[in-house]
C-alpha cells in the first residue's frame, strides 16, 4: 500500500459519542498534519507534527486531540463534538525539517457528520 | 507573511475550450508555489509546483502555469478542458521563512458539454 491512507472514509457520530479518525502514510516522511475543510470556507490548518512533536495548533477546540504514535501514523481524537465540526478532514503528510518544500501529500479524507 | 488570492471562486467554461485559473501571491521572501487539484469527494492531489528554474511550469494532465516575479502571479493555464477536469483548484504558497504552506480559497472549474 502507498500513500497516505484515511479511516474511515465516512464517519457519522452524535454530540456525545467519542471516535478517532486515523491516518497512514508510507511515504517515508516525516512531518503529518491535519486540515478541515468545510463547505464555502478556505481549507483550515488544525495541526502539524514533525518527527512526531506538535509544532502546530492552529487554536484548535479542546474537542479535538490529536495523536502522534510515530512519523507513520496519526490520530484525530474526537469527543462532544458539534454539529458545526461536520466537515471532511484532511491528512497530509511532507517532508519533514530541511528537507520540506512545501509539497504535501494528501490522503482521501475522512467525511464526519455530527448529528 | 505569506497569502495567497485566487480571484474567481468558479469558473464556468465549454468542452475543448480554454481555461486559466488566477492566483496572486505575497510575499517577502522567495516563493514555492504549488497548484492542487480535488475531484469530487477525494483528497487534493498535486498538479504542478514551481521550486526554481524555468518560469513555466507544466503539470499533470496537459495543465501548465507561468510564474511572473513581477506580477506576484501563478496563473493556471489548460488549452483546451475535458469534463473530467471538473474539479476544484487550489494555488498554494509556501515561503522559505515559514513552516507551513498557505492555501488560497480555490476556484471551482465546472465544465458545460
Known amino acids: 500500500e502507498t500513500g497516505v491512507t484515511q479511516t474511515p472514509r465516512h464517519l457519522v457520530m452524535g454530540m456525545t459519542n467519542k471516535k478517532s479518525l486515523k491516518c497512514e502514510q508510507h511515504l517515508g516522511h516525516n512531518a503529518m498534519y491535519w486540515y478541515k475543510q468545510s463547505a464555502k470556507k478556505p481549507l483550515e490548518l488544525m495541526f502539524v507534527y514533525n518527527f512526531k512533536e506538535q509544532t502546530e495548533n492552529n487554536s484548535v477546540p479542546s474537542r479535538f486531540s490529536p495523536e502522534c504514535p510515530n512519523s507513520s501514523h496519526l490520530f484525530l481524537h474526537l469527543h462532544t463534538l458539534q454539529p458545526e465540526d461536520s466537515a471532511l478532514y484532511l491528512c497530509a503528510s511532507s517532508h519533514g525539517g530541511g528537507a520540506n518544500t512545501g509539497e504535501l501529500f494528501f490522503g482521501e479524507g475522512s467525511r464526519l457528520t455530527v448529528l | 507573511a505569506q497569502s495567497v488570492t485566487q480571484l474567481d471562486s468558479q469558473v464556468p467554461v465549454f468542452e475543448e475550450a480554454p481555461v486559466e485559473l488566477r492566483c496572486n501571491y505575497s510575499?517577502?521572501?522567495?516563493?514555492?508555489l504549488f497548484w492542487y487539484v480535488q475531484y469530487p469527494n477525494q483528497g487534493l492531489q498535486l498538479l504542478l509546483k514551481y521550486l526554481s528554474g524555468s518560469t513555466l511550469v507544466k503539470g499533470i494532465n496537459g495543465f501548465e502555469a507561468e510564474f511572473n516575479k513581477s506580477q506576484t502571479s501563478f496563473h493556471l493555464r489548460k488549452p483546451s478542458v475535458h469534463i473530467s477536469d471538473t474539479a476544484e483548484y487550489f494555488c498554494a504558497v509556501w515561503g522559505s521563512s515559514a513552516s507551513k504552506i498557505i492555501f488560497g480559497s480555490g476556484t471551482r472549474l465546472s465544465i458545460r458539454p
Open positions: 510575499s517577502s521572501v522567495s516563493v514555492y
